[in-house]
């Protein structure tokens, strides 16, 4: 396993990203990176139409979480300009959310990601590789209207999410990556063997559902080999990793198909 001298990291986003980014640090410094520098813009529920209004108003309106490798640490009344700018960083990640009426499973709200990309490519360093990060389906009884649309068929809203994030979001001019995050959290309910992935109905689980993002979000962007992975955060064993990590690299692999 080769050390990298350092790996910086910003999510431009809302909860899902700060699901997704939890243990990203822990693992990053488990796959050999020296030193880390990951980076989180929070608004709940913010949605891509509302992140490029905020980057054109330049509007300090974000939480921002910052970890080095220890803790996270937070700072208020941060704008996207403000942490684009904080640093040169290696990948600079958007996040859609359900906010403000917005649906992630919706084609049409999707119509500001490519400002929003523009504008990030703008502002960033010429090494940094812009990312989008794909949600997930939520569970079948759960309460939030994004699933209730669909009748609670979690499945069909994966599906028509995997087909949205393919045809709408991977041709985005100026889009370097996409992580297929919502296929691996899709490939463990198929599995059957890890229980329920989300605390609430949407937000992912503590423990094996932050665990199966963070695993394929920093896989995606980084290429490491995440069976180099040995850490696994409090309550998941070593099966439980095992197939966590399964779940990863299959949709790396294939990032629109369950496997």
């Known amino acids: 396993m080769s050390a990298e001298k350092s790996l910086k990291i910003l999510s431009v986003g809302n909860s899902f990203a700060v699901d997704t980014t939890e ?3 822990r693992i990053a410094l ?3 990176f020296k030193s880390i520098h990951i980076g989180t813009l929070y608004i709940g529920g913010c949605s891509i139409k509302r992140h490029y209004e905020n980057a ?3 509007a ?3 939480k921002y979480y910052v970890n080095d490798g220890d803790e996270w640490r937070e700072s208020l009344n941060v704008s996207i300009e403000d942490a684009v700018k904080s640093e040169e960083w290696d990948f600079i990640s958007i996040q859609h959310g359900t906010g403000d009426g917005s649906r992630y499973t919706c084609e049409e709200s999707y119509e500001k990601l490519a400002s929003l990309v523009e504008y990030i490519r703008e502002k960033a360093s010429l090494k940094t590789k812009i990312a989008f990060n794909m949600a997930w389906g939520m569970e079948p009884d759960g309460t939030h209207p994004e699933i209730r649309s669909y009748n609670g068929d979690q499945l069909r809203m994966y599906e028509n999410l995997a087909r949205i994030t393919e ?6 001019r100026g889009l ?3 992580s297929p ?4 959290i899709q490939n463990a309910r198929s599995i059957g063997k890890l229980g329920c992935l989300c605390r609430d109905g949407f937000h992912l689980s503590y423990g094996e559902g932050r665990y199966i993002a963070a695993l394929t979000f920093l896989g995606k962007l980084t290429q490491k ?7 696994a955060p409090e309550g998941v064993g070593d099966e439980e990793s095992k197939l966590a990590i399964e779940c990863a690299k299959k949709a790396i692999e294939k990032p629109f198909e369950v496997t």
Not at 167 to 172: G, I, Q, S
Request: aromatic share 10%; net charge negative.
């Open 60 to 62: 300090q309106a974000y």
């Open 181 to 184: 995050v919502g296929t691996a």
């Open 30 to 32: 488990n796959l050999g």
């Open 23 to 25: 243990y990203v640090p």
């Open 56 to 58: 054109q108003a330049n």
């Open 167 to 172: 045809r709408v979001v991977v041709p985005t």
């Open 225 to 231: 080999n995440l069976d180099d992975v040995t850490f």
């Open 176 to 178: 370097d990556i996409i």
